[in-house]
C-alpha cells in the first residue's frame, strides 16, 4: 500500500483515519496512485495488481520530495 511519510496511520490497519489524514492533509494518495496505475475495467485481478505494483514503484522511483514509502 502506497502511503505518505508523514501520516501517523497505517493503511492496512486503520484505513479510515489513514484516508482521512491523507485527504485533510491534501496528498490524495489513493486517487495519485489510481492515476499512475491507470487500471482498465477489463482487466483481471492479477493484471491490475501487477499494474498498481509497477505504479507504487514508479512513483517512489519519482519522489524527489522523500514523500512517499510502502506501508
Same mark, same amino acid.
Request: aromatic share 12%.
Given at each position: 500500500? #502506497?502511503?505518505? *511519510?508523514? &501520516?501517523?496511520? +497505517?493503511?492496512?490497519? /486503520?484505513?479510515?483515519?489513514?484516508?482521512?489524514? !491523507?485527504?485533510?492533509?491534501?496528498?490524495?494518495?489513493?486517487?495519485? #496512485?489510481?492515476? *499512475?496505475? &491507470?487500471?482498465? +475495467?477489463?482487466?483481471? /485481478?492479477?493484471?491490475?495488481?501487477?499494474?498498481? !505494483?509497477?505504479?507504487?514503484?514508479?512513483?517512489?522511483?519519482?519522489?524527489?520530495?522523500?514523500?512517499?514509502?510502502?506501508?
Amino acid at each position: 500500500m #502506497l502511503t505518505t *511519510v508523514d &501520516n501517523p496511520y +497505517d493503511p492496512n490497519t /486503520d484505513y479510515d483515519k489513514w484516508m482521512m489524514w !491523507d485527504q485533510f492533509n491534501e496528498h490524495y494518495t489513493a486517487e495519485y #496512485l489510481a492515476r *499512475v496505475a &491507470n487500471i482498465d +475495467d477489463d482487466m483481471d /485481478d492479477e493484471e491490475a495488481s501487477q499494474r498498481i !505494483d509497477e505504479a507504487m514503484a514508479e512513483i517512489i522511483a519519482n519522489d524527489t520530495n522523500n514523500l512517499y514509502a510502502i506501508a
